[in-house]
Nanobody, 131 residues
Framework: QVHLVESGGGLVQPGGSLRLSCASP????????MYWYRQYPGKEREGVLC????????TAAEAVKGRFTISRDNNHYTVYLQMNNLRPEDTAAYFC????????????????????????WGQGTHVLVSS
């Protein structure tokens, strides 16, 4: 079983940067599509960025395009969310998730259409963007 642990959240001023980490101790993430979601209080989780298993075309939510980047660490155990030019509306709990690709297309592409079927979720890390 893969266990995901997010870290790197905290308080940052508007315009600042944070790098969130999603680590899987003892299990490589090479075989999974990886996702970053965020959740505002009282709302459903929404997709932020995802990266296919084979590091194909990533998908970003419109609200974070040009500011956030998802990537895999070379050690195979960690996925990052680089967050630049942060805004107060980025304040949320951030979660990572992993999914075994189920279609040929999913090997190289990803989207946010199926969070209910993800195989693993982390417990989240909170980001507060405020002066």
């Amino acid at each position: 079983q893969v266990h995901l642990v997010e870290s790197g959240g905290g308080l940052v001023q508007p315009g600042g940067s944070l790098r969130l980490s999603c680590a899987s101790p003892g299990s490589v993430l090479d075989y999974y599509t990886m996702y970053w979601y965020r959740q505002y209080p009282g709302k459903e989780r929404e997709g932020v960025l995802c990266i296919p298993m084979r590091d194909g075309k990533t998908t970003a939510a419109e609200a974070v395009k040009g500011r956030f980047t998802i990537s895999r660490d070379n050690n195979h155990y960690t996925v990052y969310l680089q967050m630049n030019n942060l805004r107060p509306e980025d304040t949320a709990a951030y979660f990572c998730a992993a999914e075994v690709p189920k279609t040929q297309r999913a090997l190289t592409e990803c989207d946010f259409s199926g969070p209910a079927q993800y195989d693993h979720w982390g417990q989240g890390t909170h980001v507060l963007v405020s002066s």
